[in-house]
């Protein structure tokens, strides 16, 4: 009898760990030039992209990208070091096109840190078309940078609704003296 | 027969007389601070001083419009020496006017190559509906309120959204008989 049980619990973890997919750990990211931090799961890569917008013009961005358990992980940056002053419409304008032509679900403020520090964003959820997933987006402007976090939930993943993006989004931070110790130090590409 | 035209003739007078009259919109241009914006009734120019956490203390000029109990409102507050946060303070003034309120809208703001936010709350005690619009635009944030008071008491009157969606920041797209803003007072 002992041994019928412990058979099937033996049975039940293999069955288990074989169906799951495998969660990589989070893990801190910083990258002190571009003063900001954020967590991510998976392995973090880093490239350069294009964005352009009508007001924005054609502009070179740093792509930093993780994918886990169905899940694209991507924070992108863009320098409008020329034109702070315009940050509040080229902040606008990257949010109209990121749900342009979209389901939206949601749109709301979106602060990090609180009081003098405090920098206003806002948070966007979208259906993409032809089932193709769900992102989430927080978009920021600090510093003379357009700092965007975008979490897409593959249909592969299934659960479109997984609580990993808000995660993701949340962690950014923009006083560095607030990320935790040990943060894997992002590096910065050279743009054109 | 002329018994009943008589009483139609009377009827259609008490009605305009109960009808409350309405100001006749007028346009009005700043040519200094690069906008123009439509309202009805009498203009009164005003000081003020907008406070927020990161924007700190400012001054602010206001232009009040009151007419049939619906408060039209343009806030020019001059952040030239914060433009660089352009986009967090925009953000701050947003959120400061629906903050406790319950929002009935929330929705990109889209004119003349500026994007900004409107907004619609419902102010509490039942003190009225607000729509307002935001932008940041030359060291300034720029907002149009439009508040349907408890005594006009429609509040999904399409008047409001007339003044919001009435801002350009192309002053030649201002009719001819625009009428340039004072100064506001020292």
Redesign the interface.
């Known amino acids: 009898m002992r041994r019928s049980i412990s058979a099937a619990l033996a049975g039940a973890a293999v069955v288990m760990m074989t169906a799951m997919p495998a969660q990589a750990a989070w893990k801190s990211y910083i990258n002190r030039q571009l003063g900001f931090s954020f967590m991510a799961p998976g392995e973090v890569t880093t490239d350069v992209g294009n964005f352009r917008g009508a007001i924005a013009g054609p502009r070179q961005s740093i792509v930093y990208r993780s994918v886990e358990d169905n899940i694209e992980y991507k924070v992108t940056v863009m320098s409008f070091l020329q034109s702070q002053a315009e940050g509040a419409t080229l902040l606008g304008e990257r949010q109209y096109m990121f749900q342009d032509r979209k389901t939206v679900l949601a749109d709301s403020f979106a602060r990090v840190g609180t009081g003098k520090d405090a920098v206003y964003g806002r948070k966007i959820v979208v259906d993409l078309p032809d089932n193709k997933g769900r992102t989430t987006g927080a978009f920021y402007f600090t510093k003379g940078r357009l700092i965007s976090l975008e979490a897409t939930v593959l249909p592969a993943k299934g659960n479109l609704a997984s609580s990993d993006p808000d995660r993701f989004i949340g962690s950014i931070a923009f006083v560095l003296s607030h990320t935790e110790p040990g943060a894997v130090e992002l590096e910065t590409p050279k743009l054109e | 027969m002329r018994l009943t035209a008589l009483a139609i003739l009377l009827g259609a007078g008490l009605m305009a007389i109960a009808t409350p009259a309405q100001a006749a919109w007028r346009s009005y241009i700043s040519h200094p601070l690069g906008f123009s914006f439509a309202a009805p009734g009498e203009l009164k120019v005003e000081k003020g001083t907008y406070r927020g ?2 924007a ?1 203390a400012h001054d602010s000029v206001v232009y009040r419009f009151v007419d049939d109990d619906i408060e039209y409102k343009v806030v020019v507050i001059d952040m030239g020496d914060k ?10 003034a ?2 400061i006017f629906q903050d406790g309120k319950k929002v009935l809208m ?3 703001g ?1 004119v003349d ?5 409107k907004l619609t709350i419902d102010l509490p005690n039942n003190a009225g509906r607000a729509t307002a619009a935001f ?3 030359n ?1 300034r944030i720029i907002s149009l309120q439009a508040t349907v008071l408890p005594a006009n008491g429609d509040y999904d009157s399409p008047e409001t959204a007339r003044f919001v969606d009435s801002i350009a920041f192309f002053t030649v797209r201002a009719p001819d008989d625009a009428i340039e803003l004072p100064a506001p007072p020292k």
């Open positions: 956490p990161v700190g433009a660089n946060d352009a986009a967090t303070l925009l953000g701050e947003g959120y929330d929705t990109f889209r190559r500026q994007f900004g936010r932008y940041f635009i060291g």
